[in-house]
């Protein structure tokens, strides 16, 4: 939920200020350098992403992401310029909640935004069982799509700041209760992953 809780505290702090038509140069100026350095970061994150890697910590990229888009909200309700091409840009992220509220309520478009709510704010659930010091074996599971199985990353610390994460490692349809790993040599891991009914041993290679 950490997601939804930094963009509600940001869109209701967006709201109360524009309400209140607040006005602040100087908070407007220090903002416009957060958001802009916000958004170097959560650009680099993407980026990260797409070539699987992350910052260090569940989440981290989307605290960054969050955080970015919460700053324009804010940004927005406090900038006085009309027309502009920097009010159109943060307008964007003012108009997430009025977007996403019309797509609900237009029959054709529910479902798409259904899935891209799902996708934009929730954080899924995340645990992390710890290997060694270089890797993890991670599980995450999303409840509201009523995902019944959760899906197994390994997780490789690296260059300090970032992981490494590669998906489905394995691919066992169960709920797990318990997972012990153990390093077993220089590119096997060994788990052991405990249900209420079965126990499933397995191995994964690493590089």
Known sequence: ????TILSFCFLAAVSMKIKHYQDRSLTEVLWYIHLFLGIISALCVI???NGYVLRGIYTGRVFLSLYA???MILYSLSTEKGTARKAYLAMFYSIPFILL???LLPPLRLFTVVASIWLLVDGEFKRYPIDNDY???TCS????NARYPTYSLVQGKYWLFEK?????IAPYLM???????RINADSIQLHIYTDQQQLDTVIVVE
Do not use: N, R
């Open 102 to 104: 019309g797509g609900l």
């Open 48 to 50: 990260l992403f797409f």
């Open 136 to 138: 993890t074996l991670q």
């Open 1 to 4: 939920m950490i997601t939804i």
């Open 176 to 182: 797990p209760s318990d997972i012990k790993t153990k």
């Open 142 to 145: 999303t409840a509201v799509i």
């Open 165 to 169: 994460v590669t998906d489905d490692v």
């Open 70 to 72: 919460g700053s324009g």
